[in-house]
T-cell receptor, first 111, second 112 residues
Framework: EADIYQTPRYLVIGTGKKITLECSQT?????MYWYQQDPGMELHLIHY???????EKGDLSSESTVSRIRTEHFPLTLESARPSHTSQYLC??????????FGPGTRLTVL | QKEVEQDPGPLSVPEGAIVSLNCTYS??????FMWYRQYSRKGPELLMY????GNKEDGRFTAQVDKSSKYISLFIRDSQPSDSATYLC????????????FGTGTQLKVEL
């Protein structure tokens, strides 16, 4: 079944740790996206990719980085986590007619 | 001024009611319009999408786009408790790399 997966679903980690949030999709889409969402706030685009070896920064400045070595895989990395990085991170892949399909999200808490 | 404005609610209705959810936007270049449903602690789920102005119906859901007034609506008929969620409107440009602009979402609660 075509789907989009994110791991871990929940992560609690100490300040200064390096973390990688995983995102994989089996939908065969070229476009992939990372959003950040705080409670009661709109989704903000932080990174996107149009295909392998393509990555761009989104509208919201983020200290995270991404890579796209394989079509189905779009991980997000924070080199040194801080409490200000506490948020929900949502990965999406882009289908036809500007539609996007979201994963379940990773809720990150940095202590 | 935000590009997309949406009343955050919460909106509370009885089961079986007709629900109207609305968004206004400022960028007249938006061409694709989408509604997403997001349950608590889950990712958004695509409900409806339309291109340019007009209506689109899918089961109990109807999406309307009025580009002249920059106003989009989602109607839910015969609302059910399972419809209780946050509804997000989003828009994008043609050729904009599918970068979506989201509203903050309207929280809906359908009560028995």
């Amino acid at each position: 079944e075509a789907d989009i997966y994110q791991t871990p679903r929940y992560l609690v980690i100490g300040t200064g740790k390096k973390i990688t949030l995983e995102c994989s999709q089996t939908m065969g889409h070229d476009k992939m996206y990372w959003y950040q969402q705080d409670p009661g706030m709109e989704l903000h685009l932080i990174h996107y990719s149009y295909g392998v070896n393509s990555t761009e920064k989104g509208d919201l400045s983020s200290e995270s980085t991404v890579s796209r070595i394989r079509t189905e895989h779009f991980p997000l990395t924070l080199e040194s986590a801080r409490p200000s990085h506490t948020s929900q991170y949502l990965c999406a892949s882009g289908g036809l007619a500007a539609t996007q399909f979201f994963g379940p999200g990773t809720r990150l808490t940095v202590l | 001024q935000k590009e997309v404005e949406q009343d955050p609610g919460p909106l509370s209705v009885p089961e079986g009611a007709i629900v109207s959810l609305n968004c206004t936007y400022s960028n007249s270049a938006f061409q694709y319009f989408m509604w997403y449903r997001q349950y608590s602690r889950k990712g958004p789920e695509l409900l409806m999408y339309t291109y340019s102005s007009g209506n689109k119906e899918d089961g109990r859901f109807t999406a309307q786009v009025d580009k002249s007034s920059k106003y989009i609506s989602l109607f839910i008929r015969d609302s059910q408790p399972s419809d209780s969620a946050t509804y997000l409107c989003s828009q994008t440009l043609t050729g904009g790399g599918n970068k979506l602009t989201f509203g903050t979402g309207t929280q809906l609660k359908v009560e028995l």
